[in-house]
Nanobody, 126 residues
Framework: QVRLVESGGGVVQTGGSLNLTCAASERTSGGHPVGWFRQAPGEERAFVARITWTGATIDYGDSVEGRFFVSRDNGKNTMHLQMNNLKPEDTAVYYC???????????????????WGQGTQVTVSS
């Protein structure tokens, strides 16, 4: 069983920054974290960013492009999300994911991922 643990969430003012970290318990091919989703109250989980194992491919959701930056440290089996110029609409619980099922074609589909962390709350005040 892969265990993912997110950290780094908190309360920040509009325009501020936060850096989230996801630490994974397993170093198997399906156990390394590969992406971030978020869920605001009353809304479905939404894709934020993803990064492949080599780091060669990175994608972002439209609403965070140019403000958020995803990176990984394979030696430590961690993944990071640097969030800049935060807006109140970024307020959500942020989850990291692992364990891709490629039967789901889109990397933006939450059903593609077998493992989810418990989430970390990010609150942006106006």
């Amino acid at each position: 069983q892969v265990r993912l643990v997110e950290s780094g969430g908190g309360v920040v003012q509009t325009g501020g920054s936060l850096n989230l970290t996801c630490a994974a318990s397993e170093r198997t091919s399906g156990g390394h974290p590969v992406g971030w989703f978020r869920q605001a109250p009353g809304e479905e989980r939404a894709f934020v960013a993803r990064i492949t194992w080599t780091g060669a491919t990175i994608d972002y959701g439209d609403s965070v492009e140019g403000r958020f930056f995803v990176s990984r440290d394979n030696g430590k089996n961690t993944m990071h999300l640097q969030m800049n110029n935060l807006k109140p609409e970024d307020t959500a619980v942020y989850y990291c994911v692992a364990g891709e099922n490629f039967q789901y074609v889109s990397f933006m589909d939450p059903r593609r991922y077998a493992y989810w962390g418990q989430g970390t709350q990010v609150t942006v005040s106006s």
